[in-house]
């Protein structure tokens, strides 16, 4: 599953190539993957060209403008486990984005194939998805927000509606939660998956387990910063290899390499403490919220006030 770096990515690197270009030709190989009979699909979509391109949480957004249309649409596009989007210039040239198959290279359309969007200028983007569960979706760009999926969704973690007064809030409704349950919650912040919840809360030297209540002011300020931080810097890095998701120039998610404490069990902790001394405690794995989670018993100490059945 992608986390929101991971789509962010695959946006931006899609915005650039198919901004301005008009859909010549849907050719849909799988009704589930994009469910829209032939005449919506005829007058609703072929003939649009793409305005912009956007993301809420993990869903990816294309939207659409057509001058025979008054309403507009957008494409909704979710990856889910296997999906891949891969466009492929008319002289060769390809991008992908989304789950690294043989088929990113591969010649195209191929058994994975759902659905292929033609463009005006000979491109072609194709959706490829093995196990079927990713989706497309038509929607009226002004009901976007209401859509099922995206109307639960709390702020995006880099806009300026999550503010640390936000999150204290989300925290007070259940303050016997895990902090780790109350971050990983989509409506509480959108798009912060077992990844960056891990990685956050190590950057805020807070323990996973802790329920929500527990924290103080001044931590939950810190955690705050953090989930932005850890957020951008994912961003920054394409994302991680280790959902098997590459970036839409088609290489790995750099991520990881520099993951904190993710999938680092075992292994020494590198936070700087003060003075430039490094933590060097080893990496712990316990089960929070029912996900595998990853701290530093260092520097996320269980705090002695605190109650636990840990
Ligand atoms: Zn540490």
Redesign the pocket.
């Known amino acids: 599953m992608p986390e929101l770096p991971e789509v962010e990515t695959i946006c931006r690197g899609l915005d650039r190539l198919l901004v301005g270009r008009v859909i010549a030709a849907v050719q849909v190989d799988w009704a589930k993957s994009f469910a829209l009979d032939a005449e919506q699909l005829q007058s609703q979509v072929i003939g649009s060209q793409v305005q912009s391109l956007d993301r809420r949480a993990k869903v990816l957004i294309i939207n659409l403008a057509n001058p025979s249309l008054t309403t507009r649409y957008s494409l909704l596009f979710h990856l889910k486990m296997t999906g891949q989007l891969v466009l492929v210039k008319a002289g060769g040239e390809r991008f992908a984005g989304g789950h690294p198959t043989e088929s990113m290279a591969a010649g195209l359309p191929d058994r994975s194939t759902r659905v292929t969007f033609t463009f005006d200028n000979g491109d072609r983007l194709f959706f490829n998805d093995q196990r079927k569960f990713g989706w497309i979706q038509l929607v009226e760009t002004d009901q976007v927000e209401n859509h099922q999926l995206i109307a639960r969704l709390g702020p995006e973690p880099l806009s300026p509606d999550f503010t640390a007064e936000h999150l204290a809030s989300r925290v007070k409704r259940h303050p016997k939660a895990p902090i780790k349950a109350v971050i990983l919650d989509q409506s509480t912040v959108a798009g912060v998956g077992n990844i960056y919840a891990d990685e956050s809360l190590h950057l805020a030297r807070i323990h996973p387990a802790r329920p929500g209540g527990s924290l103080k002011p001044f931590e939950i300020k810190r955690l705050h910063g953090a989930i932005r931080d850890i957020m951008t810097l994912g961003i920054t890095y394409g994302g991680t290899s280790f959902t098997n998701y590459v970036n839409a120039l088609g290489k790995k998610g750099d991520y990881l390499s520099r993951a904190r404490v993710f999938r680092r069990q075992g292994q020494p ?1 590198t ?1 700087l403490l003060s003075r430039g001394q490094v ?1 060097g ?1 080893i990496i712990e794995k316990m089960r929070v919220a029912g996900r595998g989670t990853h701290y ?1 018993p ?2 996320q100490p269980w705090p002695k006030a605190t109650k636990s059945k840990l």
């Open positions: 902790c936070a933590c405690a530093c260092r520097c």
